[in-house]
């Protein structure tokens, strides 16, 4: 089996910095986390926020700290920073090589879209922003690390792709139809959503908006590498 | 004009586990660092100190900290943490929208590979490993981000293949030759590095083997999307 995991992102129309942040670890007992944070607003101001969220979480899972943990420390943090006045979306996805896992850890009005080998299933349980509230605990979901596993998840720009027109993005109706190809790789899933996300803001997205996959699909070849890559437009 | 990334890596053959570790961050300023830490011996041991190295690199290099100064304490940490007893080798390469440059900070044996419009330069002026010296200093190069720029850095697994049987890899040469293609890509290019140098090691690393490549070239498309791809074998 091999993982693939891909991000695709864009900010809103004409706002040149994205506020949403993701980082990944690589986890010290093995395994690797992927933290993601939509910090409230847009630009700059929101850019800081997702920034000194997704630092804090990163930095302790980095040290082996627990999802969950970790979470409620961006929380207190966030809070304790901000006096309560600042909130943040953050989904942490980890794929824990010790407990054969991925873990999700959830605290967004936006579902996961989470997929087996059986079909696919929305976890949309009531979860809530951190920074804001004295309590909070984020939702956490784990499943086997088994092949043909899928989580989707994403910021508020695909949730709300397409509002401003009085549409609606089913998001797991599109996934469950791109999946009809079992074999589909993590980075083309993520670029069609985000493709389908901007195409119902008429090109003109409303909200910043990014999209994580994490897939698990058969080993393509005899390689065993690891490999990494990014791409960055530059103005 | 868009950047693009990308790290392929495997480990010395028949080690389960890795001693080099890369992290990417995203700088507060704007941009992208990116840190690969080859720890002293293989397997777990050598994991467990790129870990701590780059984990300290990281967590400096997200708060602003400049890369020469986290460096250093990456350095000092190391020489702290294990009484000046255990080396790493340690590279950062960095994205820096401020400045528009590439920053390259090295302590390392291998050289930097360094190339622009005009042609390929070897960037290999002595520079020794972390953690062992009471004193040391990295070798800086910056280099405007202008198309066609192309960094290559790599570990001792590609530096040294094809050693056992007398072989010499020359990674300049290779790369120049690579680079007949204008428009290569960075994965494409890592990959073609990462395969030549187990082709010298007969399939079999004779030590954990990686290469980072950074490349910028003109802007493939009008779409203004970032990308993140993580491929990773599963046992």
Chains 1, 2 share one sequence.
């Not at 949403?20 to 690797?32: A, K, S």
């Not at 079992?182 to 090109?203: F, K, M, T, Y």
Request: proline letters at 4%; aromatic letters at 4%; one cysteine or more.
């Amino acid at each position: 089996m091999e993982l693939q995991v891909a991000l695709a992102k864009v900010s809103k129309y004409a706002v040149h910095e994205s506020g949403d942040t993701l980082e990944m670890i690589e986890r010290p007992h093995g395994g690797l986390s992927f933290v993601l944070v939509d910090g409230q607003h847009t630009g700059r101001g929101a850019k800081q926020i997702s920034n000194l969220v997704a630092r804090k979480a990163i930095s302790l899972l980095a040290e082996g700290v627990r999802d969950g943990a970790a979470a409620r420390a961006a929380h207190d943090y966030l809070y304790t920073h901000h006096d309560g006045k600042v909130s943040a979306e953050l989904y942490i996805v980890s794929i824990d090589l010790v407990s054969e896992t991925i873990v999700i850890s959830r605290n967004s009005h936006c579902p996961a879209i989470i997929g087996d080998a059986k079909g696919l299933h929305v976890f949309d349980e009531p979860s809530s922003a951190i920074g804001v509230h004295r309590r909070m605990k984020p939702i956490i979901t784990e499943l086997p690390l088994a092949s043909h596993t899928t989580v989707v998840i994403f910021t508020d720009g695909v949730f709300d792709a397409g509002v401003r027109d009085g549409q609606h993005f089913d998001v797991a109706v599109f996934v469950a139809d791109q999946l009809r190809d079992a074999n589909l790789g993590a980075q083309p899933l993520a670029d069609a959503i985000l493709a389908r996300a901007v195409e119902l803001d008429r090109g003109r997205p409303s909200d910043d908006t990014s999209v994580l996959v994490v897939r698990v699909v058969p080993r393509a070849g005899g390689d065993s590498a690891r490999r990494l890559s990014v791409r960055f437009p530059l103005e």
